[in-house]
């Protein structure tokens, strides 16, 4: 329903303006070529896809995208402004938000206080604590946002004891805290039991429908085929598809890409058991 207002051709996907575009990005570790010249351009208001099998350079580009690693060679645009090599809290504050694959969240502090944190992120995080729980509006701008993702009943738990998947949707809610437009996902479904994938699928489609925008990594294939509306295939550090989730599906090169690898997990997900959260 979502795209009923939004053309899905492939040619106008191609032409519109990006959000976000990454243009021949290199990068080595040592005698590692992470990425090889990754190329991907986000459209505004879509959900894209990134997948490919580990060590593929998912991690790595999305590092380079929020300013985490700097690229040996390449560029990054964002909204058509030069992005390269800027520190991870000047692309935050242009509006990119990120979850990591491990989550970041204190385990030792309240739900509660992991999201006042985030509401205070330009401070020094011990300053903010220092200074006491924050003001009744940021209290109620982060519970607003722990309602949002099914955790305001947890607001005095210690995040430590959330589950792992409660843990995801605490971070989902952690980045929401400064309203990004671009939300990037790494591996927002890893680990996560299949009601919570639900949820998690239910409230991207409803930022999605609030005009956010998505670059999400992820190794569930039936989430990532009923969620995006562009995928993006990676293969040793460079992206070598890019299209609608049923083209990419029937591809041959994306089966190439997964094969020989007897790595359980990279094995594609296409019976999640329900996963899909979907209706
Ligand atoms: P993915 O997220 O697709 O699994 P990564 O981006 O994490 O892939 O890794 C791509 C390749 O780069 C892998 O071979 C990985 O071991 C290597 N790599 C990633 N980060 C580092 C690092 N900080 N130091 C050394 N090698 C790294
Ligand atoms: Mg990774």
Redesign the pocket.
């Known amino acids: 329903m979502r795209s009923t207002t939004v053309s899905q051709s492939p040619s106008s996907v191609a032409q519109a303006e990006p959000l976000l575009e990454v243009q021949s990005v290199t990068r080595s570790?040592?005698g590692?070529r992470?990425l090889t010249g990754a190329s991907l351009a986000v459209p505004r208001g879509r959900i894209c896809g990134l997948i490919?099998p580990?060590?593929?350079?998912?991690?790595?580009?999305f590092n380079i995208i929020t300013g985490y690693e700097r690229a040996d060679a390449g560029r990054v645009r964002l909204d058509g402004k030069e992005v390269t090599g800027l520190a991870p809290e000047r692309i935050f504050a242009m509006g990119v938000g990120r979850t990591f694959q491990i989550t970041r969240i204190f385990a030792r502090l309240s739900v509660l206080d992991n999201m006042l944190i985030a509401t205070q992120r330009r401070e020094r995080w011990w300053r903010s604590m220092l200074r006491g729980a924050g003001s009744a509006e940021e209290v109620e701008r982060a519970m607003e946002l722990l309602r949002f993702v099914g955790l305001a009943g947890h607001a005095r738990a210690l995040a430590g004891e959330l589950s792992y998947g409660q843990r995801k949707l605490l971070e989902l809610a952690y980045v929401l805290v400064a309203d990004p437009e671009l939300l990037m996902l790494d591996e927002p479904a890893g680990g996560v039991n299949p009601t919570l994938i639900g949820q998690l699928a239910e409230r991207i489609r409803e930022l999605n429908e609030q005009g956010k925008t998505f670059l999400i990594?992820e190794h569930n294939m039936e989430l990532v085929m009923s969620l995006c509306d562009q995928v993006s295939v990676?293969s040793f550090g460079s992206v070598v598809v890019t299209g609608p989730p049923e083209e990419v599906r029937a591809d041959p090169r994306v089966l190439e890409a997964y094969l020989g690898l007897d790595d359980e997990e990279d094995d594609l997900v296409e019976s999640g058991g329900g996963t899909s959260g979907g209706r």
């Open positions: 570790f040592g590692v992470a490919g580990n060590g593929s350079g998912k991690t790595t580009l990594v990676m």
